[in-house]
């Protein structure tokens, strides 16, 4: 992953480039990828490559200079999260919306992911195809 600073003309300030030997961010082609810019501060959802060559879907904070300030991994028992858009929650948490590839049941949930501030997991729900219409109140 590749993050870039422009000026108001569009002129290259910064370029950084994000990854390690323990995990790489997965290639374009594969994955879609969410941003959200919140204040001083933009939040990456997508999916990594670890060294085991597994897919792990990520989190990851950076403030606006491209300067990593954490990095979460977004776990599910029954397979692998696919992240679609991340933002903020009413009370300053952030959501993730995402649904669940579990290949040996051949389903994919629909997954809603509340964190705190810091990234950490409060909760996951799932929505699967036949349940009732969510209603916002």
């Known amino acids: ?59 990851t904070k950076f403030d606006l200079s491209g300067n990593q300030i954490w990095h979460k991994s977004l776990i599910n028992p029954k397979g692998l999260i696919l992240a679609h858009t991340v933002t903020k929650s009413t009370d300053g948490g952030l959501l993730v919306s995402a649904d669940i590839t579990d290949t040996i049941a051949a389903v994919h949930p629909g997954l809603l992911i509340k964190l705190d501030q810091a990234g950490n997991i409060l909760w996951q729900k799932e929505f699967h195809k036949n349940a009732p219409d969510i209603i916002e109140t």
């Open 1 to 59: 992953l590749r993050l870039f600073g422009l000026d108001s003309q569009g002129a290259l300030l910064w370029s950084k480039a994000h990854g390690n030997e323990k995990y790489r961010f997965a290639p374009d082609y594969l994955v879609s990828r969410s941003f959200y810019k919140d204040g001083n501060h933009l939040f990456y959802a997508g999916l990594v490559i670890d060294s085991n060559d597994v897919f792990i879907c990520t989190l």
